[in-house]
């Protein structure tokens, strides 16, 4: 008998082999359906009557191999006789018959051979080849993860009672003949729900199998289930179909697992999470052993997968919080850094006076998975990778609300271990006025090229002209008036406690008619040499969006350039209205491809569209204090020029073209620097970059291809 995981590493594998021996040492389950952790006790009581397979334990019986091959049986079903083994079953058993001259039904769990301590399966489940309905139904065994896998062999040997009845005969069947056939059939089910099936003979002839006989299942290939059945030649039919006991009895089903890559992980920590505490296989619970490490960095081998960590400060004691490792072929590298949490209203306590709520993402936007901890100095501390960026909110609890304190906004990207300095606000009451007809947006900015946090009012009076807000101390605020048609109003302001030291916005009709939203600037000259009507926009360098399927949405971020900032330092940039208009391909306005509301696209249906992108100008101011201040650069700013509209192809579920462009463009004068390309798309054309003007006297470009 082999073991229940035999692991094959030679280097021609890319797998594993695990065994389903039936042994109680190989068990690996949390329990089965008696709460055992074996599988002995799965054996009935009585090999016919007993009371798993036919008294009270027939309607649950069923067995697990999880944690090794994670084969599954169901359990006895009812083929029209009733639920228990007469109507077909995969019983656990350990009986022997090695005189199966005498064995009948009522040894139906044995095999001819002497007693030992040998675990195996009895499989009771026939089809009638002469096309009568079968009496017997066993289940498929199945893959409980539901993947396909190479089942590589089996182990058969006759029952005591086939034997018998194969040798002698009985009161139902005949002895085989030399012309006789007794076959056991393996049948695999594919990923697909298509089938494939080996055979093999249990009795050809007189010959018959009276000892374990591995049989080769690979040419299965990759199934999800197996089914096991006999079937016997014509002479062992009888007029209601096969007459010869219809067992068989399997042991040692080996399984293929693709091997789990191993790799070499470094992990850098830092002076504040100094320590790994813990590393914990998030799938199997399992500690990994990580070693000690060398002036901060960790390294050791894992397989794939992801992982929680614990860190401790350099005492070994105080926990820094949690991090998710998920690590592959790609990601086998981390740097870890702490931002250490200072609230800096006098006093407060975690949990008595505010919470904290935090978010880490990548930089692709994915949430990274960490738990806040603390440092040696009582502050509260989280964990993060090398640029990441953290969200955090810092809420007062209700008490200090009641005081007037306000929730804290704070985001950062992360790249040492940078401190947190928060601060819960007061509530300062404020009012912004407009005309009649146009709308107000108040946001705050958590990060670049992301959009504005909205502040919603807590009241809209005066025939919706006046909108009242409860506003944060200290914060930066960005407005925007907008009205059809009119000309927009926006900029920045600080919110004060003291009165004196905010603005006061009142917005008129005067200011919104005070230029056309539409006027164009052509004078590079114009907004301290600021002044190019141009966008970016975030398709990609060929300007061509695939979208797989109706109901599939992009999020479209335009960005006017020059950017309109408040400072050349700091950067707090402000787009303009921008409005999105789509056509066919015979330059025809249609929506019946993609929409867009607010500059979220949406595949509304399958074909090809084009995305026109303008924006209109936009008259912007910043407030330090109460003080009005333009814009780097001025206050008016024009809308895009005609020949910078923004354009890109949307397809949706199209099929590839398999055409490739190779529009050259500036190939000399393009390098790599530390074996970086310094553009994108390189010598190939971009689609935003290589902007091809050319003049109103010309018809533009021929592109030829085959």
Same mark, same amino acid.
């Given at each position: 008998?082999?073991?229940?995981?035999?692991?094959?590493?030679?280097?021609?594998?890319?797998?594993?082999?695990?065994?389903?021996?039936?042994?109680?040492?190989?068990?690996?389950?949390?329990?089965?359906?008696?709460?055992?952790?074996?599988?002995?006790?799965?054996?009935?009581?009585?090999?016919?009557?007993?009371?798993?397979?036919?008294?009270?334990?027939?309607?649950?019986?069923?067995?697990?191999?999880?944690?090794?091959?994670?084969?599954?049986?169901?359990?006895?079903?009812?083929?029209?006789?009733?639920?228990?083994?007469?109507?077909?079953?995969?019983?656990?058993?350990?009986?022997?018959?090695?005189?199966?001259?005498?064995?009948?039904?009522?040894?139906?769990?044995?095999?001819?051979?002497?007693?030992?301590?040998?675990?195996?399966?009895?499989?009771?489940?026939?089809?009638?080849?002469?096309?009568?309905p079968s009496y017997t139904n066993c289940t498929p065994f199945y893959f409980a993860d539901d993947k396909a896998r190479v089942i590589e062999s089996v182990d058969v040997?006759?029952?005591?009672?086939?034997?018998?009845?194969?040798?002698?005969?009985?009161?139902?069947?005949?002895?085989?003949?030399?012309?006789?056939?007794?076959?056991?059939?393996?049948?695999?089910?594919?990923?697909?729900?298509?089938?494939?099936?080996?055979?093999?003979?249990?009795?050809?002839?007189?010959?018959?199998?009276?000892?374990?006989?591995?049989?080769?299942?690979?040419?299965?290939?990759?199934?999800?289930?197996?089914?096991?059945?006999?079937?016997?030649?014509?002479?062992?039919?009888?007029?209601w179909g096969l007459n010869t006991p219809g067992y068989v009895a399997l042991d040692n089903i080996k399984v293929r697992f693709e091997k789990e890559a191993v790799m070499?992980?470094?992990?850098?920590?830092?002076?504040?999470?100094?320590?790994?505490?813990?590393?914990?296989?998030?799938?199997?619970?399992?500690?990994?052993?990580?070693?000690?490490?060398?002036?901060?960095?960790?390294?050791?081998?894992?397989?794939?997968?992801?992982?929680?960590?614990?860190?401790?400060?350099?005492?070994?004691?105080?926990?820094?919080?949690?991090?998710?490792?998920?690590?592959?072929?790609?990601?086998?590298?981390?740097?870890?850094?702490?931002?250490?949490?200072?609230?800096?209203?006098?006093?407060?306590?975690?949990?008595?006076?505010?919470?904290?709520?935090?978010?880490?993402?990548?930089?692709?936007?994915?949430?990274?998975?960490?738990?806040?901890?603390?440092?040696?100095?009582?502050?509260?501390?989280?964990?993060?990778?090398?640029?990441?960026?953290?969200?955090?909110?810092?809420?007062?609890?209700?008490?200090?609300?009641?005081?007037?304190?306000?929730?804290?906004?704070?985001?950062?990207?992360?790249?040492?271990?940078?401190?947190?300095?928060?601060?819960?606000?007061?509530?300062?009451?404020?009012?912004?006025?407009?005309?009649?007809?146009?709308?107000?947006?108040?946001?705050?900015?958590?990060?670049?090229?992301?959009?504005?946090?909205?502040?919603?009012?807590?009241?809209?009076?005066?025939?919706?002209?006046?909108?009242?807000?409860?506003?944060?101390?200290?914060?930066?605020?960005?407005?925007?008036?907008?009205?059809?048609?009119?000309?927009?109003?926006?900029?920045?302001?600080?919110?004060?406690?003291?009165?004196?030291?905010?603005?006061?916005?009142?917005?008129?009709? #005067? $200011?919104?008619? @005070?230029?056309? %939203?539409?006027?164009?600037?052509?004078? *590079?000259?114009?907004? &301290?040499?600021?002044? +190019? !009507?141009?966008?970016?926009?975030?398709?990609?360098?060929?300007?061509?969006?695939?979208?797989?399927?109706?109901?599939?949405?992009?999020?479209?971020?335009?960005?006017?350039?020059?950017?309109?900032?408040?400072?050349?330092?700091?950067?707090?940039?402000?787009?303009?209205?921008?409005?999105?208009?789509?056509?066919?391909?015979?330059?025809?306005?249609?929506?019946?491809?993609?929409?867009?509301?607010?500059?979220?696209?949406?595949?509304?249906?399958?074909?090809?569209?084009?995305?026109?992108?303008?924006?209109?100008?936009?008259?912007?101011?910043?407030?330090?204090?109460?003080?009005?201040?333009?814009?780097?650069?001025? #206050? $008016?700013?024009? @809308?895009?020029? %005609?020949?910078?509209?923004?354009?890109? *192809?949307?397809?949706? &579920?199209?099929?590839? +073209? !398999?055409?490739?462009?190779?529009?050259?463009?500036?190939?000399?004068?393009?390098?790599?620097?530390?074996?970086?390309?310094?553009?994108?798309?390189?010598?190939?054309?971009?689609?935003?970059?290589?902007?091809?003007?050319?003049?109103?006297?010309?018809?533009?470009?021929?592109?030829?291809?085959?």
């Amino acid at each position: 008998m082999v073991l229940c995981l035999t692991a094959l590493f030679a280097s021609a594998q890319s797998y594993e082999v695990r065994t389903l021996t039936f042994e109680d040492a190989d068990y690996r389950g949390s329990g089965n359906v008696v709460g055992e952790k074996n599988w002995s006790s799965l054996i009935d009581d009585a090999e016919y009557n007993g009371t798993f397979l036919y008294g009270d334990g027939a309607s649950t019986y069923m067995w697990y191999d999880e944690g090794n091959t994670e084969l599954v049986w169901d359990g006895l079903e009812d083929s029209g006789m009733g639920q228990a083994f007469w109507s077909g079953g995969a019983a656990v058993s350990n009986y022997y018959e090695p005189d199966f001259s005498q064995a009948d039904y009522t040894r139906q769990l044995s095999i001819p051979l002497a007693a030992n301590t040998n675990q195996f399966l009895v499989v009771f489940n026939s089809v009638n080849l002469l096309g009568y309905p079968s009496y017997t139904n066993c289940t498929p065994f199945y893959f409980a993860d539901d993947k396909a896998r190479v089942i590589e062999s089996v182990d058969v040997i006759n029952t005591a009672y086939a034997l018998n009845s194969l040798t002698n005969g009985d009161n139902f069947a005949s002895a085989a003949t030399d012309e006789s056939q007794f076959v056991v059939h393996f049948e695999g089910t594919h990923a697909d729900g298509t089938t494939s099936e080996v055979t093999y003979l249990l009795a050809d002839g007189r010959n018959f199998v009276t000892d374990w006989t591995s049989v080769d299942l690979t040419p299965l290939g990759e199934v999800k289930s197996l089914r096991t059945y006999v079937t016997g030649s014509a002479d062992l039919e009888g007029d209601w179909g096969l007459n010869t006991p219809g067992y068989v009895a399997l042991d040692n089903i080996k399984v293929r697992f693709e091997k789990e890559a191993v790799m070499a992980v470094e992990v850098t920590m830092n002076a504040k999470s100094k320590l790994i505490k813990s590393l914990i296989n998030m799938e199997t619970d399992e500690a990994i052993e990580v070693g000690t490490p060398t002036s901060n960095k960790y390294t050791f081998s894992v397989p794939q997968g992801s992982y929680l960590l614990t860190a401790t400060a350099a005492d070994g004691e105080t926990v820094s919080g949690t991090i998710q490792l998920d690590i592959d072929a790609e990601h086998t590298t981390f740097s870890i850094y702490s931002p250490e949490i200072t609230v800096k209203n006098s006093g407060w306590v975690y949990g008595t006076d505010y919470t904290i709520d935090l978010k880490v993402t990548t930089k692709e936007g994915a949430v990274v998975n960490t738990t806040m901890g603390e440092y040696t100095s009582g502050k509260k501390m989280f964990m993060v990778f090398n640029g990441n960026t953290y969200y955090l909110d810092l809420v007062p609890t209700n008490v200090r609300k009641e005081e007037g304190y306000l929730p804290a906004s704070y985001t950062g990207t992360v790249t040492f271990n940078a401190s947190v300095n928060a601060e819960a606000p007061m509530s300062c009451p404020y009012s912004i006025t407009v005309p009649a007809g146009a709308s107000l947006f108040l946001g705050t900015k958590t990060a670049h090229f992301v959009k504005f946090k909205e502040v919603a009012p807590v009241s809209i009076t005066d025939g919706g002209t006046v909108y009242n807000f409860v506003l944060a101390d200290k914060q930066v605020y960005n407005y925007r008036v907008s009205q059809e048609g009119k000309y927009t109003q926006a900029g920045l302001f600080t919110m004060s406690v003291d009165e004196t030291m905010r603005p006061e916005l009142v917005f008129t009709d #005067a $200011d919104m008619s @005070a230029k056309d %939203p539409k006027f164009i600037d052509h004078d *590079v000259t114009s907004n &301290g040499k600021y002044n +190019t !009507g141009d966008l970016f926009l975030n398709i990609n360098a060929a300007g061509h969006l695939k979208l797989a399927a109706v109901g599939d949405t992009y999020d479209i971020l335009p960005m006017r350039t020059w950017q309109l900032i408040e400072s050349i330092t700091n950067n707090y940039f402000i787009e303009p209205d921008y409005h999105f208009t789509v056509v066919n391909l015979n330059g025809q306005e249609d929506n019946s491809v993609v929409k867009v509301e607010n500059e979220l696209l949406t595949a509304v249906g399958t074909g090809t569209a084009i995305v026109l992108v303008t924006y209109d100008a936009i008259h912007l101011n910043q407030y330090s204090s109460a003080t009005k201040k333009d814009f780097v650069g001025g #206050a $008016d700013w024009g @809308a895009i020029w %005609p020949e910078n509209t923004g354009a890109f *192809v949307v397809t949706v &579920g199209e099929v590839a +073209t !398999g055409i490739t462009p190779n529009i050259i463009i500036n190939k000399d004068y393009l390098t790599k620097v530390n074996g970086v390309d310094t553009k994108l798309s390189m010598e190939n054309l971009d689609a935003e970059f290589d902007v091809l003007y050319y003049l109103d006297t010309e018809d533009g470009f021929d592109y030829i291809f085959t």
